[in-house]
């Protein structure tokens, strides 16, 4: 018992101790145990060298706070010149609100320079100078405050490069041809190029700079053909290449043109007309080609034909009748062929352009200034049937009457074939105002025909009856007559007929272009077979599968102008049993192509076949 008292007084006494000790001992406030000032985190002792380890705040002591920041630069900074204007663009800055835009005419922009405020991407700069450097930087704002500088863009306003000239001509003379062309907007100068091959470009033709239109390109070779293209030039550059135009030196073009003024079929009571008949009639001609300021004006004279000269003879500067040579030893020949004002061929030399089958390569359609005669008015008087001769008495009492009851025979502007000279309606009274035809005398030169590119289109030399097995049996027909003349078999065509439901465009894969066998274009594009009213084909489908010109035709169709089914008008889907069928007329280059005339189904017509992919 004395041994276990004795170590309970040890062990009071040692507690006793330490009791005491530590009171003696307490630390400041503000201090750690050694009375050291700090904090009042818990701080750990450093182990191997790490570094002490700091506790987060916890039990509602303050969180830590991120100091607001601004928007970054904007990136991927462009500026695109323009005419008097500069574009700036730059992506989208996250956070950012509006944008600062900073320039001035030299490198170095910063914010003490130019600025535009709140803009956005991308910037149009307007009202600038041209050929004058402007310098950009841009900068993002939002609540916090505006970023750092973008990169610098800088670029010079220039004025656009010009367009391609418009309107082309060359004009043959001796040694020599006369290039014309529109002036183009912006250009302060033109270049022209040149070759004796077709298929002039900027890349192979020979350039001679700084010309003006008109310009007068000398000392050619006579009987040689010469190609053109003009370009327009600026500060800003070189335009792209006009269309090419082609004559040939020391043989001229004879033109043709319709004239703007219409009247009735007393001549002499024109505007500007002087004396009657067929005298006012040339001297109506003669008067627009002056305004016009055409080469030679008094070689012009109207194709018309009275009681006493045909029009044939009188083209050719002659008083008398065809069937009597012209009052010559011989028939003259030597009239034509013509081209019309924007340089296309219009007709065959004369024994040609009055054969049975009239070569006529496009409608005349053009007046002295390049002006498009309107369709819906596009009829002139002749008095004169397609081979160049009167019509008997069917030339409004030899030009001086205007009186309903007295007739005459019209062309028409929008046709080849023999509507050229005698139209398919034949003959109106001398009443209604109508234009005149006007040629250029003398012996032209025939300039070569250079081919369109496009796929074929032609009409069938054979008329069938409106019952040949609907659609198939009119492919069928097409395919077997472009065969049969040799075209290539592996070649498909396909016929403009419709049927119920199905308009004529409707089996067409390929769109367009197509071309007659005699290289002239018909039609840039199927929707352009299909306007209406307003169709316009470049030229007539009048040549067949062999290559002949077709005088006047008709050729089944079904549809209405702008080629939807016509009911009823089908010759019942073209099988049997069909009544009535409508047709187009294969010389017009209006929307009387494809509606013209009803046709009796057991009749025969031609058929339009197209080739087809």
């Known amino acids: 018992m004395k041994i276990v008292k004795s170590l309970s007084a040890i062990f009071i006494a040692v507690v006793m101790s330490m009791h005491i000790a530590g009171c003696g001992s307490a630390a400041a406030p503000g201090t750690d145990s050694t009375g050291t000032p700090g904090d009042s985190t818990t701080t750990e002792t450093p182990q191997n060298g790490d570094p002490a380890t700091t506790e987060t705040p916890q039990n509602g002591d303050p969180a830590t706070t991120e100091t607001p920041q601004a928007p970054s630069a904007p990136a991927n900074v462009s500026a695109t010149a323009g005419d008097a204007q ?3 663009g730059w992506d989208a800055v996250t956070g950012a609100v509006s944008y600062n835009v900073y320039w001035k005419n030299a490198a170095g922009v910063t914010t003490a320079d130019t600025v535009i405020t709140n803009a956005t991407p991308p910037y149009v700069h307007i009202g600038l100078t041209n050929g004058t ?5 841009v900068t993002a704002v939002n609540a916090n405050g505006e970023s750092a500088l ?6 010079t306003p220039q004025i656009a490069v010009p367009g391609s000239p418009s309107n082309l001509s ?4 001796t040694e020599a041809v006369l290039v014309g062309w529109d002036a183009v907007a912006g250009a302060t100068s033109y270049h022209l190029y040149w070759s004796t091959v077709a298929g002039v470009t900027k890349a192979n033709g020979t350039k001679v700079e700084n010309v003006t239109a008109p310009y007068t390109h000398a000392d050619l070779t006579d009987g040689t053909a010469y190609y053109y293209v003009i370009t327009a030039v600026n500060g800003s550059g070189e335009g792209e290449a006009s269309t090419q135009v082609s004559a040939t030196a020391g043989h001229p073009l004879l033109k043709a043109f319709v004239t703007t003024a219409t009247g009735t079929g007393n001549l002499s009571t024109w505007t500007g007309a002087v004396g009657d008949g067929v005298a006012a009639g040339d001297s109506i001609c003669q008067n627009e080609a002056t305004a016009a300021g055409l080469a030679h004006p ?8 009275d009681s006493t000269t045909d029009a044939y003879c009188h083209v050719h500067g002659f008083i008398g009748k065809k069937s009597a040579n012209c009052g ?3 028939l003259p020949t030597s009239a034509g062929p013509w081209y019309r004002m924007d340089g296309e061929p219009f007709t065959g030399a004369i024994d040609k352009a009055t054969a049975a089958r009239p070569v006529v390569y496009m409608p005349v359609i053009f007046d002295a200034q390049k002006n498009k005669i309107p369709s819906g008015s596009s009829q002139y008087w002749t008095g004169t049937q397609y081979d160049g001769t009167d019509q008997s008495t069917y030339h409004c009492n030899n030009w001086t009457s205007a009186g309903a009851a007295d007739p005459s025979l019209s062309g028409d502007a929008t046709m080849t074939g023999a509507g050229w000279s005698a139209a398919w309606w034949g003959v109106t009274s001398c009443d209604s105002p109508k234009h005149l035809l006007c040629l250029q005398t003398g012996a032209g030169f025939t300039k070569p025909i250079v081919p369109a590119v496009g796929k074929t289109v032609f009409v069938t030399k054979t008329g069938y009856t409106g019952d040949f097995g609907g659609i198939a049996g009119a492919n069928f ?4 007559d472009a065969h049969a003349a040799g075209i290539d078999a592996s070649r498909t065509f396909k016929a403009w007929i419709a049927v119920t439901g199905h308009p004529a465009s409707e089996q067409f894969i390929y769109q367009g272009p197509w071309v007659r066998l005699d290289g002239i274009k018909v039609v840039e594009n199927i929707a352009d077979l299909t306007k209406g009213a307003s169709t316009e084909l470049l030229t007539s489908i009048a040549v067949d599968e062999e290559g002949n010109y077709v005088a006047e035709a008709n050729a089944w169709t079904g549809t209405d ?7 009823n008008l089908m010759c019942a889907d073209f099988g049997a049993g069909g009544v009535n069928g409508e047709t187009g007329w294969v010389t017009s280059t209006s929307w009387n192509w494809t509606f013209t005339s009803t046709n009796g189904c057991n009749g025969a017509a031609h058929l339009y076949c197209f080739e087809d992919d």
């Not at 450097?133 to 930087?137: C, E, G, N, R």
């Not at 060359?170 to 003379?173: D, F, L, P, W, Y």
């Not at 008094?298 to 034909?305: E, Q, V, Y």
């Open 133 to 137: 450097a402007y310098y950009y930087v």
């Open 170 to 173: 060359a004009t043959s003379s």
């Open 298 to 305: 008094d070689t012009f004279k109207a194709w018309l034909s």
């Open 477 to 480: 027909n097409c395919n077997n």
């Open 86 to 88: 500069v574009t700036v």
């Open 328 to 330: 010559e030893a011989t």
């Open 561 to 567: 102008i702008d080629g939807e089914p016509l009911a």
């Open 150 to 155: 973008s990169s610098e863009v800088s670029a």
